[in-house]
């Protein structure tokens, strides 16, 4: 990700990922990758696939039952 867009975050956060990622050995070089990861996972890892699915056979059973 090349483009990037300013944001801030409580600095309370920032320490403590600030240390997070100097403590171990996870690859993170700064906490803007960090808070990448972190963001990334969430919005597009497994978990968000997962829920997107469940929505879709929720509103299929819907649909078959005709309330939608």
């Known amino acids: 990700m090349n483009n990037r867009s300013p944001i801030t975050i409580n600095s309370k956060f920032f320490e403590e990922i600030s240390k997070k990622i100097q403590n171990t050995e996870q690859g993170f070089s700064s906490v803007e990758d960090y808070v990448d990861y972190v963001l990334e996972e969430i919005l597009f890892g497994k978990d968000a696939q997962d829920n997107e699915h ?11 039952l005709g309330y939608l």
């Open 54 to 64: 469940q929505k879709q056979m929720i509103e299929s059973e819907l649909k078959k």
